[in-house]
């Protein structure tokens, strides 16, 4: 066997992040030893925003990693992937997570809401990718097992037993 080829792995993930418009870190979830501390993964997060934030661009190489990210409102999204792994994978789980976030926030994108919700936020990551693997990539299934609350759901669509706990 070669030694310029890699062995396939279904750690795909070295992390998710959601930075506001000012570059800091609304949450992170890393997943690979690429930046085992805190404070690694913060100077990497200020060099990956200020890298990022006037591109236009969708994908951009840093650190050895393949990053994918999009910018919403005030608040940008990043999947960061090795630099071996495929741009197009790292996009589909980028689109699950905007797309989620979205759903779950009803549209209404924005840092102040989404630390509101962070919980919800946080469960939907952990449906999409898990320790690095991708569990998921469609985001009406995400937004489905994370069942946002009963007391968001209108009442003529709650069960009974639901119903019966709210009073």
Do not use: W
């Not at 992390?15 to 870190?25: F, K």
């Not at 630390?115 to 946080?122: G, K, R, T, Y």
């Not at 898990?130 to 009442?155: F, H, K, M, N, Y």
């Amino acid at each position: 066997m070669e030694s310029g080829l890699m062995e396939p792995t279904l750690y795909s993930i070295e992390a998710i992040a959601i930075l506001n418009n000012d570059g800091n870190r609304l949450l992170a979830k890393y997943y690979g030893k690429t930046f085992p501390t805190a404070k690694e993964q913060k100077a990497f997060e200020k060099n990956l925003f200020k890298k990022t934030h006037r591109a236009n661009a969708e994908v951009i190489m840093l650190d050895g990693l393949t990053i994918v990210y999009r910018s919403n409102v005030d608040l940008f999204f990043y999947v960061m992937g090795s630099c071996h792994e495929n741009e197009l994978m790292l996009n589909s789980v980028l689109n699950c997570l905007c797309d989620s976030v979205n759903q779950i926030l009803r549209k209404n994108v924005e840092a102040r809401n989404l630390l509101e919700n962070l919980d919800v936020i946080l469960l939907a990551i952990d449906e999409i990718c898990d320790g690095g693997i991708v569990l998921e990539a469609d985001s009406t299934s995400v937004v489905q097992r994370v069942a946002l609350r009963s007391d968001d759901i209108p009442l003529g669509e709650q069960t009974v037993a639901q119903v019966i706990i709210l009073f």
